[in-house]
T-cell receptor, first 114, second 115 residues
Framework: EAGVAQSPRYKIIEKRQSVAFWCNPISGHATLYWYQQILGQGPKLLIQFQNNGVVDDSQLPKDRFSAERLKGVDSTLKIQPAKLEDSAVYLC????????????FGAGSRLTVL | AQSVTQLGSHVSVSEGALVLLRCNYSSSVPPYLFWYVQYPNQGLQLLLKYTTGATLVKGINGFEAEFKKSETSFHLTKPSAHMSDAAEYFCAVKGLTGGGNKLTFGTGTQLKVEL
């Protein structure tokens, strides 16, 4: 089966600019996750969707980050305006309802904010 | 809330030597525990997981881990390291209910394998 697709793989922007990342999960996976991985740290959950509804967004900085999964399939994570501390790898993962303990991760989108 | 602590941000072993990566967890209830591996410029890949049942869990690439409730540990081992094992390894914990139902990762251990 095809894996979790993410784009772009790399993005460099100036602070205060905006950026968007796209994720297409494994076909049939109802749950989609966005994680932020800062250099030297473990991934931190930003938001979790089940189908097109939000399950957990408690660690999403809502003043600058937004995410949507309108049709319950692919998802977009947006940052506006970006700050230096947003430099990180943004990982998308998905899981099925029956295999909720097994997350499949994409390769990630590396963001550098200058 | 649950958490994991990985002892040693960098571990170096010789090829053929035992690999031991340490992970201790904190959880108010018996959790689900995971080890993931991340190769450079790639996403995380599941190595193994403990949910219920046998406390010694075997994973891919010859790795295994043992859930020890009395020690709140879930250390990852491999009898003989190979050069291809060089990567970053993350321990993760997942609670079973409410706010603990999300996957929480440790800070990672970078494994270096030397000739």
């Amino acid at each position: 089966e095809a894996g979790v697709a993410q784009s772009p793989r790399y993005k460099i922007i100036e602070k205060r600019q905006s950026v968007a990342f796209w994720c297409n999960p494994i076909s049939g996976h109802a749950t989609l996750y966005w994680y932020q991985q800062i250099l030297g740290q473990g991934p931190k959950l930003l938001i979790q969707f089940q189908n097109n509804g939000v399950v957990d967004d408690s660690q999403l900085p809502k003043d600058r980050f937004s995410a949507e999964r309108l049709k319950g399939v692919d998802s977009t994570l947006k940052i506006q305006p970006a700050k230096l501390e947003d430099s990180a790898v943004y990982l998308c993962a998905s899981s099925s309802l029956t295999g909720a303990n097994v997350l499949t991760f994409g390769a990630g989108s590396r963001l550098t904010v200058l | 809330a649950q958490s994991v602590t990985q002892l040693g941000s960098h571990v170096s072993v010789s090829e053929g030597a035992l690999v031991l990566l340490r992970c201790n967890y904190s959880s108010s209830v018996p959790p689900y525990l995971f080890w993931y591996v991340q190769y450079p410029n790639q996403g995380l890949q599941l190595l193994l997981k403990y949910t219920t049942g046998a406390t010694l869990v075997k994973g891919i690439n010859g790795f295994e881990a043992e859930f020890k409730k009395s020690e709140t540990s879930f250390h990852l081992t491999k009898p003989s390291a190979h050069m291809s094992d060089a990567a970053e390894y993350f321990c993760a914990v997942k609670g079973l209910t409410g706010g603990g139902n999300k996957l929480t990762f440790g800070t990672g251990t970078q494994l270096k394998v030397e000739l």
